[in-house]
Nanobody
Framework: QVQLVESGGGLVQAGGSLRLSCAASGRTDNTYGMGWFRQAPGRERDFVAAIVWIGGTTFYADSVKGRFTISRDNAKNTLYLQMNSLEPGDTAVYYC?????????????????WGQGTQVTVSS
């Protein structure tokens, strides 16, 4: 089992920045990749960004490319999402997830473990 705990959400004005963190604990040694997803009220949980744990290859949704940066600290088993130039449309609950499978990291179904989520609210 892997436990994931997100932090760093909050309220920010449009144009501002936030950095989300996701601390992983438990059986993390077989992690293939980790990702961030977000879910706004009444919408599906959408892919935001992902990273292959060994090697660091990254993937981004088109809507956040150039504004968000995903990174990880292998030694701390922590995933980050630096969010800049935030827009009201970025308002959502943000979830981190991890997978042991060598799957396409853009798809929700490939992930084994999920955090509880952290709220990000961007005011106009």
């Amino acid at each position: 089992q892997v436990q994931l705990v997100e932090s760093g959400g909050g309220l920010v004005q449009a144009g501002g920045s936030l950095r989300l963190s996701c601390a992983a604990s438990g059986r993390t040694d077989n992690t293939y990749g980790m990702g961030w997803f977000r879910q706004a009220p009444g919408r599906e949980r959408d892919f935001v960004a992902a990273i292959v744990w060994i090697g660091g290859t990254t993937f981004y949704a088109d809507s956040v490319k150039g504004r968000f940066t995903i990174s990880r600290d292998n030694a701390k088993n922590t995933l980050y999402l630096q969010m800049n130039s935030l827009e009201p449309g970025d308002t959502a609950v943000y979830y981190c997830a991890s997978t042991r499978q060598g799957v396409a990291l853009r798809f929700r179904a490939g992930y084994d473990y999920w955090g509880q989520g952290t709220q990000v609210t961007v005011s106009s």
